[in-house]
């Protein structure tokens, strides 16, 4: 597991540095990408990634250090990527989204750190794009996933479909995570964990595999949570491996990084570290961190107590 572990992460990031090199670019108006080449609206270098990274380097690091969730610690930590580029790619904050931005200053105004807007017009992916620390230190325990899942959206973006968009994904990946095969993954999760839950009707089609029918022509993958969610899933189950995956994601342009981050969570978890190209992990910034990350994300996941085991 550990090695799904790291493939999760890491796969993360190497979306978002793949696909920021397309970023707010529409579909066939640039050439296919077919490596991780850098450049963008935001000029990286090739291995260097955005807010998505950052900020779920962020949540995994106050996981870690906080031995479990805790809002306000992962809201403050939001804070200082924001005004001092912790765990940025090029040491500042280039890039945040409107939603994030307006949440991180309710908190600063308010001390409430679940400030994320409940208006159906924030349904960006702004949570979705960080949520792989959440399944991975959850792994043990489906329920607590797609809670904190939720609540980790909740910090910044609080509409129904963003909330649902993250609890869905995180059972999907953590499911990932614990080996299960593809066809499990995205056919069986609605009807195992979700049929008697009223998720929100776009979440729901699209936990019912509705993505599964379309060609890429209808696949949107804008910065609407929903479109990035069908984007992501449908490109990883297109796809025969971890590179193909992040590559399909990536190359339906708009809100490419993120589509392709969200793609690397799943892909990297399910395929496993091994499976990333060397040469895309040799050229990501701040690979080892990432990756020791990944690994105390492991160590430190949470387990069930025994004693509560043993009155089961």
Sequence with gaps: MKKRFEGCLLGLACGDAL??????????????????????????APGQWTDDTAMALCLAESLIQRGGFDARDQMQRYCRWRDEGLWSST?????????????????????????????????????????????MFYVQDL????????ESSRTTHASREAVDACRLFAVM???????????????????????????????????QGGYLRKKEADIQA?????????????SFWQAENFRQAVLLAANLGYD???????????????????KIPRSWLS????????RQMAVQLYERRWQPNPADLSLS
């Design 143 to 150: 329920q607590k996933v797609s809670f904190y899942a939720g």
């Design 283 to 290: 050229c990501l910034a701040r690979a080892e961190e990432i």
């Design 91 to 135: 040491g500042s904050c280039f890039d945040i989204g409107y939603t994030t931005a307006a949440a991180l200053r309710r908190f600063q105004q308010s001390g409430d750190p679940f400030a994320g807007s409940t208006d159906p017009l924030t349904s960006g992916n702004g949570s979705l794009m960080r949520l792989a620390p959440i399944p």
């Design 173 to 207: 990946v953590a499911l990932a995570l614990r080996g299960e095969s593809k066809h499990v993954i995205l056919f069986e999760t609605y009807q195992r964990h979700f049929a008697d839950q009223a998720l929100a009707p776009a979440i729901a089609e699209i936990a």
């Design 19 to 44: 696909g920021a090199a397309v970023e707010f670019q529409a579909p066939g108006s640039f050439p296919p990408l077919t490596d991780m080449v850098g450049g963008g609206p935001f000029q990286l």
């Design 222 to 234: 804008t910065g609407y949570v929903v479109h990035t969610l069908e984007a992501a899933l449908w």
């Design 256 to 274: 490419a990084d993120t589509t392709a981050a969200v793609c690397g969570q799943i892909a990297g978890a399910f395929y496993g570290v091994e």
